[in-house]
């Protein structure tokens, strides 16, 4: 494929990520502007708060940054999350496109009501986060990166996880699809693959029975009590390296990072 914008175009500046307000989002956001970008934070109205607060943070390290609450499984929200932060911040330069929930439903179990709003959330929200930068950043013509999270439930189904395993196996397909097509305008695509990340997801109110924080996950995965788990900065770290201009090669990955719990 030919391609139009030389990967030497890209120069990040300014980076969006959904689902900020806390956990692997909130991480992310304070290592990118480590890294020296101005960072757009979104999450949904209840965590104004969270988000003001690390707005503050933000700027204690000398970087911009601005919130923006909306739901990523509107499209009014999204396009409006990527003009505000164009017009505010100056460019869209990376979507780390985050916001997700967590689910645990059994196929006999499922309810309709509740699959369409994994979905909705899951992989509505992550193709319009991935669409309205991508437009955004064609039309600035220096490139860009753009980064999903899928999981390793996104890599081998779980029971109990039907719905969140359909969410996060669609994340990758899109990833690869949309790393296709951006590739000529020197956009690339790759999406996160978390294990066992500890935050507020993988808490269950019987996870004291089943050796602590993330057991009850731990044992839906087939896994045992010891088995690894990380903070969200091994989540941050990865997206860090993604968005830097030397890792214009890696492009329609989803990226796994479980301390070996699942290998390609
Ligand atoms: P978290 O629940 O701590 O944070 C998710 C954030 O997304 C929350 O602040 C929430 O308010 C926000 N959010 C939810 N719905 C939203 C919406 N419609 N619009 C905007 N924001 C919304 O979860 P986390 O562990 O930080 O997970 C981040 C991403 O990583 C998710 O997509 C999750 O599926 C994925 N992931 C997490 C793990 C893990 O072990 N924690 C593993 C694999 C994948």
Redesign the pocket.
Known sequence: MATSVPHTAYSPRVAII??A?????RETALRLAEDGLDVAL???PS?TKALQGLVDEIKAKGRNSIFIV????SEEDVKNIVSTTAEKLGSVDVMVA?????AAAELLEMEVAEFDRVIA??VR?VMLSYKYAAEQMVKQGRGGRIIG?S??LGKQGGPGFTAYSASKFAVRGMTQAAAKELAPHAITVNAYA?G??K????NHPQDNELGGPGGVLKWRLGLQPDAPDAD?SVIASIVSYLVKPEAYFITGQAIPVTGGVYME
């Open positions: 959904t689902g307000a806390q956990g692997i989002g979104n999450d949904i965590k909306g739901d990523v499984s985050n916001a997700g929930i967590g959330i899951n929200g999270a999981s390793v978390p066992v990340i935050t507020d997801m993988i969200p």
